[in-house]
C-alpha cells in the first residue's frame, strides 16, 4: 500500500501571507493612531525589530562604503607619495652628479695651479682596455688640441702616464702601472734614485706597484717617503709625485733595496687628466739652447 507523499505549504504563501499581515498591522497602527494596545504591542514584536534589522544593514554598508572609499583615498595618496620620492630622488642624484663634476674641476684647478710653469690640456677619459685598472686608455683630445707622443700625463696631483700614440681627436696613454712602464725616480727626502716599474700582477694583489734598485747606503729612505720623478729621466718631467713607499727590502747584494710603492693617483677609476703640453725632449732643448 502506497504512502501519500506529504504536501509541504509553499513557501511563497508564507512570505505573501507575513507580507499581508504587516500591513493590516501598518494600517490599524496608522487608523487607530497607536492608541490601540494590540496594535502597538505587534508594532514593538515586528516592525521596530524589522526597523532595527534594516537600520544596522544600512549602516554596515555605509561602514563597507567608507572603508573603500578610504582605501582608495589611500591608494592615491601612496602613488602621489610614489611619484614625490622619485623625483625628489631624481633631484638628489643630479645634485650628487654636480658635486662631483665640481669636486672633479676644482681638483683639476688644484693640480693646474701646482703645475702652472707647464702649458696643460684637460682631457677626459673614454676608453680603456679590459680589467680593473687603467693600465692604458684613450682620452679625448689629440694633435687638434697640440698633444704629442712623449708628454707627460698627471692627475689626482700624481703622475698618471705619457702619451703613446695620438690622432687628431684623441690620444692613447700608457699608465705608470702597465708591465711595459718603467719610471726613473728618487726618494724626495734622501734624494737616492731607484726604477718605479708597472706590475698589474702586484696591483691586482694589494694595489701596489713596485720599486727596484735604491742605493740607500746609508738606511737614508724609509717607508712613508715620498717618491717622485728624477731629473735623470728620458721620458718624464723632474719631480712629479708618483706616491709613498709602503714596504722596503734589502736585496741579495746587500747594495741595493727593493719594494712597494702606493701610488697618489687611483687607477680604477680615472675620469679626469692634465696632458703637460711639453715633453722633456723639448725642455732639454730649450735648456741647452
Known sequence: MKRKKKKNFPAKYVLLIMSLFCVVIIGCSVKLSFSSTAANTAVGYVII?????????????????????????????????????????????QVQIDQEELEQLQELYEMDQTYSDYDKVAASVIGKDSGNWFSTFLIDKGTNDGVEEGMNVIADGGLVGIVTEVGPTYATIRAIIDDSSNVSCKDLSSGDLMIVSGDLQEMNESGLITFSDLNDTEDAAVVGDQVVTSSISDLYLPNIPVGYITEMTLDSNKLTKSGTIATIVDFQHLEKVFVILETKESITEDEGE
Open 49 to 93: 525589530p524589522m526597523q532595527k534589522g534594516i537600520n544596522y544593514v544600512g549602516s554596515f554598508l555605509q561602514d563597507v562604503r567608507d572603508v573603500f572609499v578610504f582605501k582608495q583615498e589611500l591608494q592615491d595618496e601612496n602613488e602621489s607619495l610614489k611619484e614625490q620620492v622619485a623625483s625628489l630622488t631624481e633631484e638628489l642624484n
